[in-house]
Antibody, heavy 122, light 110 residues
Framework: QVQLQESGPGLVKPSQTLSLTCTVS??????????WSWIRQPAGKGLEWIGR???????NYNPSLKSRVTISVDTSKNQFSLKLSSVTAADTAVYYC??????????????WGQGALVTVSS | QSVLTQPPSVSGAPGQRVTISCTGS?????????VHWYQQLPGTAPKLLMY???NRPSGVPDRFSGSKSGTSASLAISGLQAEDEADYYC??????????FGGGTKLTVL
């Protein structure tokens, strides 16, 4: 069974770049069985899709975050990463990494990390 | 403002049946994209509850069922149990391959 674990700083200063890494275990990140995604959830609010990366390295991003987001993959480490630049307090949230099981008509998030709380504050 | 619309809350007594609606548009659900559902217990990550509109992952009780029609979908929970109290989210996709979520529905078991 695939397992995911987020890691990275829990506190980021305003205007700086948020960086998180998701380590995948129980399977190869380049197997082609899944895509890989980041999703966030502000306290007390709903889920917001940030973006996803294919094993080829191609990406899709949430249009509302596209100018600030970069998702990358390191197959040698079985990891994928999120960078979000120019953060503000509005970016404070629990950040989840998840596997995307592709289907003909979209995809679903089968496995999730436990989540990483990132607070933006000076 | 979420792309998919869900009621903020629903409630029911133990043993009853409740449904949670998820309304989208011709850009997502109405375009043919599948709807998936997640259950989130307090303080935990979301868990896949239903995929491909009406398919249950292994381990999900058959008390949970899903359906889709037009630009909407529904999750039904029958034989309501106290352990079902959680937040429920629907999810679909759109033509830009973006993931779209509903705002979430809090289920209270009375």
């Amino acid at each position: 069974q695939v397992q995911l674990q987020e890691s990275g700083p829990g506190l980021v200063k305003p205007s700086q770049t948020l960086s998180l890494t998701c380590t995948v275990s129980g399977g190869s990140i380049s197997s082609g069985s899944y895509y890989w995604s980041w999703i966030r959830q502000p306290a007390g609010k709903g889920l917001e899709w940030i973006g996803r990366i294919y094993t080829s390295g191609s990406t899709n991003y949430n249009p509302s975050l596209k100018s600030r987001v970069t998702i990358s993959v390191d197959t040698s480490k079985n990891q994928f990463s999120l960078k979000l630049s120019s953060v503000t307090a509005a970016d404070t949230a629990v950040y989840y990494c998840a596997s995307v099981t592709p289907t003909i008509w979209g995809g679903y998030y089968e496995y999730w990390g436990q989540g990483a709380l990132v607070t933006v504050s000076s | 403002q979420s792309v998919l619309t869900q009621p903020p809350s629903v409630s029911g007594a133990p043993g009853q049946r409740v449904t949670i609606s998820c309304t989208g548009s011709s850009s997502n659900i109405g375009a043919g994209y599948d709807v998936h559902w997640y259950q989130q217990l307090p303080g935990t990550a979301p868990k896949l509850l239903m995929y491909g509109n009406n398919n249950r992952p292994s381990g999900v009780p058959d008390r949970f069922s899903g359906s889709k029609s037009g630009t909407s979908a529904s999750l039904a929970i029958s034989g309501l149990q106290a352990e079902d109290e959680a937040d429920y989210y629907c999810q679909s996709s759109d033509s830009s391959l973006s993931g779209v979520f509903g705002g979430g529905t809090k289920l209270t078991v009375l």
